[in-house]
């Protein structure tokens, strides 16, 4: 399966900043998703990553907090915004190659609001 | 009745015993199927897919029901490294075949 890194792993902002995470791919994928994990929680699926296009949100995420990028069939951003606690949690990169394929995630990057 | 669902236990279950969990989906138009494992606070791994014949992998045996809409993951000879939550993830049928995610049942090893 294909080597996704997601970079930051972990950190710690202060409210009312933002942090870009950054997901590469060392293939190219046909789908790319953001998914969010609050501890103790299931996976939570923020948005569908196009390449050359918006990004198709989950009902609850706004392109205006969750702005994604993507660029190319290997590469892709999220940028959480205006940080509150709230948004503490695990964000996780994921990817398919094709509509009956499974999907495999980055390890994450791990985010605390102060 | 929601899409996916699992029962989120704990199951504690010692050394050496078999331990099955079921997944339930409500879309009886769903064609894929996972099972995954979950360390804490890391990143789900894919276990197996599921295929309408059962499939086989070392202690574990993953199985899909159609009639009664469910899959199923069968541990054989728990390991303490076995301890995991275990998500099973079902395609919603639509065009683009989303996953959809279970809950995750918790699964403690002990010794």
């Known amino acids: 399966s294909a080597v996704i890194s997601q970079k930051p792993s972990r950190d710690i902002c202060q409210r009312g900043t933002s942090l870009t995470i950054q997901c590469q791919v060392d293939s190219q994928v046909t789908m790319m998703f953001w998914y969010r994990q609050q501890p103790g929680q299931s996976l939570t699926l923020i948005a569908t990553?196009?390449?050359?296009?918006?990004?198709?949100?989950e009902s609850g995420f706004v392109i205006d907090k969750f702005p994604i990028s993507r660029p190319n069939l290997t590469f892709s951003t999220l940028t959480v915004s205006n940080m509150s606690p709230e948004d503490s949690s695990i964000y996780l990169c994921s990817v398919r190659q094709g509509i009956n394929q499974p999907q495999h995630f980055g390890d994450g990057t791990r985010l605390s609001i102060l | 009745r929601k899409e996916v669902e699992q029962d989120p236990g704990p199951f504690n279950v010692p050394e050496g015993a078999t331990v099955a969990f079921n997944c339930t989906y409500s879309n009886s138009a769903s064609q894929s199927f996972f099972w995954y494992r979950q360390d804490c606070r890391k990143e789900p791994k894919l276990l197996m897919s599921v295929y309408s014949s059962g499939n086989e992998d070392g202690r574990f045996t993953a199985q899909l029901n159609r009639a009664s809409q469910y899959i199923s993951l069968l541990i054989r000879d728990s390991k303490l490294s076995d301890s995991a939550t275990y998500l099973c993830a079902v395609d919603n049928a639509g065009n683009n075949r989303k996953l959809i995610w279970g809950l995750g049942t918790s699964l403690a090893v002990n010794p």
């Open positions: 990553a196009n390449q050359g296009s918006e990004a198709t949100y």
